[in-house]
């Protein structure tokens, strides 16, 4: 054999980042990010639309000013440390959590939304496998 051993074979021969998908024909990886949807992609249809989208957003901002104003600096603060700590404690990823203790910092507990009805965890589309969905989390994946 050639004292060059096998490097002379692969000289001429493609790298295999050439073949990874990338770029705009990258296939999609279903098991990992779920089936794709046009909805995220598409543009606003109303220029409301971008309003109803942030209006929560838009509404904390306006209390903290607002408590900010009345109660000093501290006051908003601390609700935004509680907001940040509430978020943090989730159920996994493939268990559908009701955020009971969000709601009860913002004032929703008490009242019927849209979403107390129609958002129906044994018909929600985010069910996945449960193994896949705690390594790709922790990133093992």
């Keep these: ?49 971008l309003s109803e989208k942030n209006f929560q957003l838009n509404q904390d901002k306006t209390n903290f000013a607002t408590l900010r104003n009345i109660q000093g600096l501290h006051a908003p603060l601390k609700l935004q440390m509680e907001f940040r700590a509430v978020k943090q404690v989730q159920r996994l990823p493939f268990l559908h959590s009701s955020n009971i203790a969000l709601d009860t910092l913002r004032g929703n507990d008490e009242c019927i939304s849209f979403e107390d009805i129609l958002n129906d965890p044994s018909q929600s589309e985010v069910m996945g496998e449960p193994h896949m969905m705690m390594e790709y989390k922790l990133g093992l994946l």
Excluded: C, Q, W
């Design 1 to 49: 054999m050639n004292s060059r051993g096998t490097s002379y074979l692969l000289k001429d021969s493609i790298p295999l980042t050439e073949f990874s998908a990338s770029g705009p024909f990258e296939g999609h990886d279903l098991l990992r990010r779920g089936f794709t949807s046009v909805k995220n992609e598409l543009l606003p249809s109303h220029p409301l639309e």
